[in-house]
């Protein structure tokens, strides 16, 4: 497995594949390990919960996101998609050099953060 995973919580996407192609959200989790995502309010699922009286919670069915793998969102740059890459710098910092990298939206070569 790649673990260069280039998508972080809080980017905007959209789904590039699957039941939601062409719909876009905000990521809220990005699992490293399994190589996948979870976006806000797309993928949704019904879960079956059972009554738990420890907790008070009621039993029934609960709508939730499902995890989508990182291949199929692609990162929003000013609303269009793009692909993302690094650029690094090497800055001198207290006298120590010091390399940074930042994410650079490949479609127009602007800084993403």
């Known amino acids: 497995m790649n673990n260069s ?4 919580r809080g980017d905007t996407v959209i789904i590039t ?5 062409d719909k876009k959200g ?3 989790m990005v699992d490293r390990k399994k190589s996948r995502v979870i976006v806000e ?9 059972k009554a738990n009286q420890q907790q008070g919670q009621q039993g029934g069915l609960v709508k939730k996101e499902s995890p989508i793998h990182i291949s199929n969102v692609m990162y929003l740059h000013k ?6 890459g690094y650029t690094v710098e ?7 050099m010091v390399t940074i990298k930042h994410r650079v939206a490949k479609s127009t070569g602007e800084q993403i953060d």
Not at 17 to 21: E, L
Not at 41 to 48: A, D, E, F
């Open 5 to 8: 995973v280039k998508i972080k």
């Open 17 to 21: 594949a699957g039941k939601d192609k």
């Open 26 to 28: 905000k990521v809220l």
């Open 41 to 49: 309010g797309q993928n949704m699922i019904t879960k079956h919960t």
């Open 79 to 84: 609303g269009k998609p793009t692909r993302i």
């Open 90 to 96: 090497k800055k001198e910092v207290d006298g120590k």
